[in-house]
């Protein structure tokens, strides 16, 4: 009677049970769907009560240290790396010179053989640089020149007592009455040892007055040389004695004694200067 009602007064009753029946039908099957996507929403609450079981442990292991118990941190178990093995270092070099013995001056010569083969170029060139040295870039200097005298008094035969003597005769040689680097060579090449004592030496070991021995002359000359005080080794002390008697004959006579003698103090005091 109600749909012939529907169907007389045209109010659509019928048509509401259709739609009442599909959205029963929409009802259901949005059911199903939420049931299917609800299982891994459970999971994840799942894992996230397990992530706040294991928070809740982290927050209880305070209390368990506080309880007297600790628990170590895990021991790591990747392969250490080897440390770097060190630098070889390299071997110091030996010392080959003695370093108790004074360096070298400038300009001295390098060594005995040096001098020995050029005994006049050895001089000009250790002499001219010790003047420039105590010369302080003047060309010339006056013979009351402090630096000038006390490098003669140590470098020469001459005693503080003829020593203005000796510098005031050099300077006078120039017009500028001065002493300059070749002057000062010249003055230690004329006077290496005292002539008054080298003719003393020569009448002790003359028998006449005239001549002596090649033998007795190389006694006197090792004497010249230990009262220079050039501290020369029995080798070099040979050497210097076999240069300066290179044209010594079996019998020396006075000039040529006084000759040796000047030679032998020239070789040793210029070995001495330049520490050789």
């Given at each position: 009677?109600?749909?012939?009602?529907?169907?007389?007064?045209?109010?659509?009753?019928?048509?509401?049970?259709?739609?009442?029946?599909?959205?029963?039908l929409?009802?259901?099957?949005?059911?199903?769907?939420?049931?299917?996507?609800?299982?891994?929403?459970?999971?994840?609450?799942?894992?996230?009560?397990?992530?706040?079981?294991?928070?809740?442990?982290?927050?209880?292991?305070?209390?368990?240290?506080?309880?007297?118990?600790?628990?170590?941190?895990?021991?790591?178990?990747?392969?250490?790396?080897?440390?770097?093995?060190?630098?070889?270092?390299?071997?110091?070099?030996?010392?080959?010179?003695?370093?108790?013995?004074?360096?070298?001056?400038?300009?001295?010569?390098?060594?005995?053989?040096?001098?020995?083969?050029?005994?006049?170029?050895?001089?000009?060139?250790?002499?001219?640089?010790?003047?420039?040295?105590?010369?302080?870039?003047?060309?010339s200097?006056?013979?009351?020149?402090?630096?000038?005298?006390?490098f003669?008094?140590?470098?020469?035969?001459?005693g503080?007592?003829?020593?203005?003597t000796?510098?005031?005769?050099?300077?006078?040689?120039n017009?500028?009455?001065?002493?300059?680097?070749?002057?000062?060579?010249?003055?230690?090449?004329?006077?290496?040892?005292?002539?008054?004592?080298?003719l003393?030496?020569?009448?002790?070991?003359?028998?006449?007055?005239?001549?002596?021995?090649?033998?007795?002359?190389?006694?006197?000359?090792?004497?010249?040389?230990?009262?220079?005080?050039?501290?020369?080794?029995?080798?070099?002390?040979?050497?210097?004695?076999?240069?300066?008697?290179?044209?010594a004959?079996?019998?020396?006579?006075?000039?040529?004694?006084?000759?040796?003698?000047?030679?032998?103090?020239?070789?040793?005091?210029?070995?001495?200067?330049?520490?050789?």
């Amino acid at each position: 009677m109600g749909q012939d009602l529907g169907k007389q007064c045209g109010c659509g009753l019928e048509a509401d049970d259709d739609i009442t029946e599909d959205q029963r039908l929409q009802m259901e099957q949005q059911m199903k769907n939420t049931a299917t996507t609800s299982a891994p929403v459970a999971s994840s609450s799942s894992g996230g009560g397990s992530t706040a079981a294991a928070a809740g442990k982290s927050r209880a292991a305070p209390e368990e240290e506080e309880g007297g118990f600790f628990v170590p941190p895990p021991v790591d178990s990747s392969p250490s790396k080897p440390s770097p093995a060190p630098k070889p270092q390299a071997p110091a070099a030996a010392s080959t010179t003695n370093s108790s013995r004074p360096a070298a001056v400038p300009g001295a010569a390098a060594s005995l053989d040096a001098i020995l083969a050029d005994l006049e170029a050895a001089e000009q060139t250790a002499y001219s640089a010790a003047f420039r040295g105590f010369a302080a870039g003047q060309a010339s200097l006056q013979p009351d020149h402090e630096g000038l005298r006390s490098f003669v008094l140590g470098n020469s035969g001459i005693g503080p007592q003829d020593l203005d003597t000796e510098l005031l005769k050099i300077a006078s040689s120039n017009e500028a009455f001065a002493i300059d680097a070749d002057s000062l060579v010249m003055l230690l090449r004329l006077n290496p040892v005292n002539d008054s004592e080298a003719l003393e030496a020569f009448l002790r070991m003359s028998s006449d007055g005239e001549k002596m021995s090649g033998e007795d002359c190389r006694t006197g000359l090792f004497t010249f040389l230990q009262a220079i005080g050039s501290g020369a080794s029995a080798d070099q002390t040979e050497k210097i004695i076999d240069a300066a008697m290179r044209d010594a004959g079996v019998t020396v006579n006075m000039e040529q004694w006084v000759g040796y003698a000047k030679t032998t103090g020239r070789i040793a005091r210029l070995a001495s200067y330049s520490k050789i």
